[in-house]
């Protein structure tokens, strides 16, 4: 399986970004994508998921409300939708997988695509 991520950037605080996640590889429908977050210095933490063919979708408690997960399932792509960001939503963004997961439980993902960068300016 491989993930390939994009959309990060440069934004000023109460902006807004997108980030694409584009994978391929056999059985992709099978798993459920998600993002995780890594600001400099801290661990690596789980943001939003969605499951690939229910559209369950799961986010961390200081994500919600602000930033919302898709998918468009003919292209095997997923979108995290970031409104309102702040400051501390710098990190990054790595998009991953795992296979058969429910959105609530991505927990080690089986694969992770590259980081890309998002910060956010106060």
């Known amino acids: 399986v491989q993930l390939q991520a994009s959309g990060g950037g440069l934004v000023q605080a109460g902006g807004s970004l997108r980030l694409s996640c584009a994978a391929s590889?056999?059985?992709?429908?099978?798993?459920?994508m998600g993002w995780f977050r890594q600001a400099p210095g801290k661990e690596r933490l789980f943001v939003a998921a969605?499951?690939?063919?229910?559209?369950?979708?799961a986010y961390a408690d200081s994500v919600k409300g602000r930033f919302t997960i898709s998918r468009d399932g003919a292209k095997n792509t997923v979108h995290l939708q970031m409104n309102s960001l702040k400051f501390e939503d710098t990190a990054v963004y790595y998009c991953?997988?795992?296979?058969?997961?429910?959105?609530?439980?991505?927990?080690?993902?089986?694969?992770w695509g590259q980081g890309t960068q998002v910060t956010v300016s106060s």
């Open positions: 590889g056999p059985s992709i429908s099978t798993y459920t």
């Open positions: 969605i499951t690939w063919n229910g559209g369950s979708t």
């Open positions: 991953a997988v795992r296979r058969f997961a429910t959105a609530q439980a991505m927990g080690s993902p089986n694969y």
